[in-house]
């Protein structure tokens, strides 16, 4: 089943602004991740945030993580042609055998 | 570092007939994941091993797929007999156990059912 919702579904920006994607889930978590997928390179981790971190930075890309809300967003900055891709949220739920729960995904176009 | 191989990259057969995919994770990855992504959907999990163990199945159509990890490297997932439902990526990944679970990837088997 998947615990992820992610928002919106697909997002349409111009090349150079920025895109936020937000996630939500339902039950508690060991941390959640972001990962990209596009045809050219498949399922790609992206960056990952710990339950008990509030927020994270990887070059273009800020992740932060509401446990209270049980959100996360993802933020990327000045977008790029090559950042159309989906992107997707996994948790790692508490007592989850190392699985990950996978939401739906947000579809990213970069329009140049 | 090798990155997961998977093959075939592409496959089209027809309904009641069988097939197969295989896998090799990244060496050194205890844990293996089979997932089924369909078109609009995020990735939905098949089945975990963990070295040649199978760690959860719940999901997987016991009646109609089956897989296996022999000697815990290695993995074959296969569908028999396919019906067009069963038109999906099949996605292979694997993990290091203990690194906070992030997965990596291959480049998955298109599969089409007609």
């Known amino acids: 089943s ?34 990209r997928q596009n045809s050219g390179r498949g399922l790609v981790h992206l960056i990952l945030i710990r339950s008990n971190e509030r927020e994270k930075h990887s070059g ?6 509401d446990t209270s809300k049980k959100s996360s967003s993802l ?37 140049p | 570092e090798a990155g997961v191989a998977q ?10 007939q069988s097939v197969a995919f295989w896998c ?9 994941y089979w ?29 109609r797929f089956s897989a296996e990890r022999l000697k815990g490297v290695d993995s074959t997932l296969k569908i028999q007999p396919a ?3 069963d038109s999906a990526v099949y996605l292979c990944a694997s993990s290091q156990r203990g690194n906070y679970n992030e997965q990596f990837f291959g480049p998955g088997t298109r599969l089409t059912v007609l």
């Open chain 2, 24 to 32: 090799n994770p990244i060496s050194g990855h205890a844990t293996l």
């Open chain 1, 60 to 65: 273009r890309l800020r992740v932060t993580l």
């Open chain 2, 7 to 16: 093959s075939p990259r592409y496959k089209i057969i027809e309904k009641r």
């Open chain 2, 83 to 85: 019906k067009l439902e």
């Open chain 1, 75 to 111: 933020l990327i900055t000045a977008s790029r042609a090559a950042d159309t891709a989906s992107y997707f949220c996994a948790t790692d739920a508490m007592d989850s055998n190392y699985q990950l729960i996978w939401g739906a995904g947000t579809k990213l176009i970069i329009k």
């Open chain 1, 2 to 35: 998947q615990q992820g919702e992610e928002d919106p579904q697909a997002l349409s920006i111009q090349e150079g602004e920025n895109a936020t994607m937000n996630c939500s889930y339902k039950t508690s978590i060991n941390n959640l991740q972001w990962y």
């Open chain 2, 35 to 63: 997932y089924q992504q369909i078109l609009g959907q995020g990735p939905k999990l098949l089945i975990q091993f963990q070295n040649n163990g199978v760690v959860d199945d719940s999901q997987l159509p016991k009646d």
